[in-house]
């Protein structure tokens, strides 16, 4: 008998395995979307663990946050998936935390606080090509609408999900190319951490 019929929908697709780490944290959608086939999330994605003790529950050291990705039932790789990193160094722990998951036609955007507000780039890394890219103020989601140019409004009415597709869709289909830089390259031009917890009411 197929065990394909006792899995849920998450568990036939790439991100059934962060799921099973509990990598997918905070979830504001982790359901299908409006499209046959396929499972998103929005939410944050757990990088490095704390170590625990017993049975305590501790926040994740470290995680990409505002991550939003879709995954066809069936399929081992993500084809979308864009995120926030508070640094570049860090990407190295989305590629390690994603592994297999990654393929080389997949479209990757993370949004890193530490580049040149000036620059785009490109950095090759585990097979893969991630889109790395400035944000200041913003968010991934108007960063990314600013980016495909998506208009706001248009996309007002719609649920979560049906939000997800449209922006995941024009993802796929993005082929602007930026310079490329290697990790290591990225390592020596970025800039200071900024604490997030500066400036923020106590």
Same mark, same amino acid.
């Given at each position: 008998m197929s065990t394909t019929l006792e899995l849920s929908p998450?568990?036939?697709?790439?991100?059934?395995?962060?799921?099973?780490?509990?990598?997918?944290?905070?979830?504001v959608l982790k359901a299908p979307t409006h499209k046959p086939g396929r499972f998103g999330f929005r939410g944050e994605?757990?990088?490095?663990?704390s170590a625990q003790m017993a049975d305590e529950a501790r926040p994740p050291e470290l995680?990409?946050?505002?991550?939003?990705?879709?995954?066809?039932?069936?399929?081992?790789?993500?084809?979308?998936? %864009?995120?926030?990193?508070?640094?570049? +160094?860090?990407?190295?722990? *989305?590629?390690?935390?994603?592994?297999?998951?990654?393929? %080389?036609?997949?479209?990757y955007f993370l949004f890193c606080n530490n580049i040149d507000l000036s620059k785009k780039y490109q950095v090759p890394y585990k097979g893969a090509m991630f889109? *790395?890219?400035?944000?200041? +103020?913003?968010?991934?989601?108007? +960063?990314?609408?600013?980016?495909?140019?998506?208009?706001?409004?248009?996309?007002?009415?719609?649920d979560t999900a049906a939000k997800?597709? *449209?922006?995941?869709?024009? %993802?796929?289909?993005?082929? *602007?190319?930026?310079?490329?830089l290697t990790y290591a390259e990225g390592l020596e031009i970025m800039g200071p951490v900024r604490n997030p917890n500066e400036n923020r009411p106590v």
């Open positions: 998450i568990e036939q697709t790439a991100l059934g395995p962060l799921d099973a780490q509990k990598r997918l944290q905070n979830p994605l757990a990088l490095r663990f995680t990409c946050d505002q991550f939003m990705a879709i995954a066809q039932l069936g399929e081992k790789t993500l084809p979308f998936f %864009a995120g926030y990193l508070l640094s570049f +160094e860090h990407l190295k722990d *989305v590629a390690e935390t994603l592994g297999d998951a990654l393929s %080389a036609g997949g479209k889109y *790395v890219l400035p944000i200041d +103020e913003g968010t991934v989601y108007n +960063e990314l609408l600013e980016l495909l140019y998506l208009e706001k409004n248009d996309l007002k009415k719609l997800l597709d *449209v922006i995941a869709d024009t %993802a796929l289909k993005f082929d *602007v190319t930026f310079d490329t």
